[in-house]
C-alpha cells in the first residue's frame, strides 16, 4: 500500500484506501479542485488576506463584540463600511475586554473647512474612531490594522484610518496607535459612545499572513 | 435597554442580547468618562479663546508670545 516514508493513505470510498505519495519540500496538503480527494500544492504566498468573516457581519446594537479571533495570522485588519449612528457618536475600539488605561494614539486630522491639527490620546481606556460623527448614511470608512497580534514578546502598534462626515463637514484622521499588553488579541470591542447606536454598516475582520 | 452583539468569528455564531449587570455597569462607566473628557476639552477650547481676547485686547498674538519664548 504505501512505498516511501512519509506517504499517506486515505479513502477513496468506503472500505476503500489508496496511497497518496509524499509530496515535496514545502507543499502543503489541500483539497483538489473537484472536492474529491487530498493532494499537494504549493503553499500559498505571504501576505494573503482571508476574510475571516465571510460575506461581512452588519454593525448593530449599542456594542458589537468580535471574538475567538484565530492567532493563525500575523496582522489583522478590521474595516469599518459604510457605518452610521443613531444619533452623532463615535467609537471606542478595545482589545481582549480591556478597559485598563492601556491605550495611545496620535496623530492629524484634515477637515473639509481647511481646518488641520493633531488628534491623541494617552493612557486611555480605549482607542477612538470618530469625532462625534454623524447620524444618517453619511458614507463612513474606517479601517483598523493591528500588527503581531499575538507576539507576546512585546506591546501592540497599529494604524487607524477613517473618513467621517458630520453635518456638511468631512474629516479624514489618520493616526497611529499603542496598545500596552503582550497578550494575544482574540477579541475586539466596537463601543458605540453617547449613549447611541449602530444604524447601519458591514464591518470585515481580515487575517494578514 | 443596551444591546450588544457577540460574533463569534469561528464559528460563526451571532448573539445579539441586552447587556448583563457588569457590561451595564462598565457601560455607564465608559459613558461617564468619556462625558468628562469631552466637557475637559471643551474647557479647553473656551479656556483658548478667552486667553486668546485678552491678547487681542493688548494688541497681541500667540505669535508674539512664541517669539518672546512663551
Known amino acids: 500500500m504505501v512505498t516511501t516514508a512519509g506517504d499517506l493513505i486515505y479513502a477513496t470510498a468506503a472500505d476503500t484506501v489508496t496511497r497518496l505519495g509524499i509530496g515535496t519540500a514545502g507543499q502543503v496538503l489541500k483539497v483538489n479542485s473537484g472536492a474529491t480527494a487530498p493532494e499537494w500544492a504549493a503553499a500559498a504566498a505571504g501576505g494573503a488576506y482571508t476574510l475571516l468573516n465571510s460575506?461581512?457581519?452588519?454593525?448593530?446594537?449599542?456594542?458589537?463584540?468580535?471574538?475567538s479571533i484565530s492567532g493563525d495570522y500575523t496582522d489583522l485588519y478590521l474595516i469599518l463600511e459604510d457605518?452610521?449612528?443613531?444619533g452623532s457618536a463615535n467609537i471606542q475600539i478595545r482589545f481582549n475586554n480591556d478597559s485598563g488605561n492601556n491605550y495611545y494614539q496620535s496623530g492629524t486630522y484634515v477637515d473639509g473647512s481647511g481646518s488641520s491639527g493633531f488628534k491623541g490620546n494617552a493612557e486611555a481606556t480605549g482607542l477612538d474612531i470618530g469625532n462625534d460623527g454623524s447620524s444618517g448614511n453619511q458614507?463612513?470608512?474606517g479601517v483598523i490594522r493591528i500588527f503581531n497580534y499575538t507576539d507576546t514578546s512585546s506591546n501592540r502598534v497599529g494604524q487607524i484610518n477613517y473618513f467621517m462626515k458630520v453635518s456638511s463637514n468631512s474629516f479624514l484622521t489618520n493616526v497611529g496607535f499603542g496598545y500596552k499588553s503582550t497578550t494575544a488579541i482574540t477579541r475586539i470591542d466596537?463601543?458605540?459612545g453617547n449613549s447611541q447606536t449602530f444604524n447601519g454598516g458591514t464591518y470585515y475582520l481580515?487575517?494578514?499572513? | 435597554m443596551r444591546i450588544v452583539k457577540i460574533?463569534?468569528?469561528?464559528?460563526?455564531?451571532?448573539?445579539?442580547?441586552?447587556?448583563?449587570?457588569?457590561?451595564?455597569?462598565?457601560?455607564?462607566?465608559d459613558k461617564l468618562k468619556r462625558e468628562a473628557e469631552k466637557q475637559l476639552a471643551a474647557d479647553k477650547a473656551v479656556a483658548?479663546?478667552?486667553?486668546?481676547?485678552k491678547l487681542a485686547a493688548l494688541g497681541l498674538t500667540a505669535d508674539d508670545l512664541k517669539a518672546l519664548g512663551l
Open chain 1, 206 to 209: 481580515y487575517g494578514v499572513k
Open chain 1, 83 to 86: 457605518f452610521q449612528f443613531s
Open chain 2, 48 to 53: 483658548k479663546t478667552a486667553a486668546e481676547a
Open chain 1, 139 to 141: 458614507q463612513n470608512v
Open chain 1, 190 to 192: 466596537l463601543i458605540v
Open chain 2, 7 to 29: 460574533h463569534n468569528i469561528e464559528t460563526g455564531e451571532i448573539v445579539e442580547r441586552e447587556m448583563n449587570a457588569d457590561e451595564l455597569a462598565q457601560y455607564e462607566k
Open chain 1, 55 to 67: 460575506g461581512g457581519t452588519a454593525l448593530s446594537g449599542a456594542t458589537v463584540t468580535i471574538s
